[in-house]
């Protein structure tokens, strides 16, 4: 199965910077969706972008869909300590199953 | 407050038990997923179901069975443990729309 990779593995930021996070894939998706995980619990879903989308919002999040470049973005803007986590990029082919990525480690510093 | 429930936190056991792992979610959802999660790996799928006493197996199935007899509980089987099974197994599962999947708080497995 397909599998999402981020860039950059791990990032360290201040608080109030914006953090961005890119995920590339191989083959055609439904939908792109992002995660995050906290240190040692379950996955919580963000956002999810569909393939007919090139853009989306959700409070400080902005997710891009490059279907042609067959990438993703997640930025994070304002930046804060409670953001520090593990952000997971998954894809959906349309058969309801996810292939995730290997994750992004993103420490915020307040 | 959606919820999904794993049975254990934290879990060791020995080589060759039979250790089962059990999952309740009270979203009414018709898909549910068992994955496990290893440093440097990601999370990989195990198995997963789109309905009662449904089942598909997922990338990494070998070592592993599930069950779903009611449509709120999935369990996770290791028939006889090994060491290399020792990971964070998470659970989740999902209904139609965009709301993603939704996950369990993980359970951490030690086989010693």
């Known amino acids: 199965s397909q599998q999402g990779e981020e860039d950059p593995q791990a990032l360290s930021i201040q608080e109030g910077e914006n953090a961005t996070m890119n995920c590339s894939y191989k083959?055609?998706?439904?939908?792109l969706q992002w995660y995050r995980q906290n240190s040692g619990r379950g996955l919580v879903h963000l956002i999810l972008i569909r393939s007919n989308e090139r853009e989306k919002h959700s409070g400080r999040l902005r997710v891009t869909l490059d279907t042609s470049k067959k990438s993703s973005s997640l930025l994070i803007t304002a930046s804060r300590a409670a953001d520090t986590a593990s952000y997971f990029c998954a894809t959906d082919d349309g058969n309801n199953r996810l292939a995730f990525g290997k994750g992004n480690q993103v420490v915020v510093i307040p | 407050d959606v919820k999904v429930t794993q049975s254990s936190r934290y879990l060791v056991k020995r080589t060759g038990e039979k250790v089962f792992l059990e999952c309740v979610q009270d979203?009414?959802?018709?898909?549910m997923f068992w994955y496990r999660q290893d440093p440097g790996l990601g999370l990989r799928l195990i198995y997963f179901s789109y309905d009662v006493k449904m089942k598909e197996k997922g990338d990494i199935p070998e070592g592993y069975s599930v069950s779903r007899e009611k449509k709120e509980r999935f369990s996770l089987i290791l028939e006889s443990a090994s060491t290399n099974q020792t990971s964070m197994y998470l659970c989740?599962?999902?209904?139609?729309?965009?709301?993603?999947?939704?996950f369990g708080p993980g359970t951490r497995l030690t086989v010693l």
């Open positions: 979203m009414d959802h018709e898909n």
């Open positions: 083959t055609s998706i439904n939908n």
């Open positions: 989740a599962s999902s209904g139609h729309g965009d709301g993603g999947q939704f």
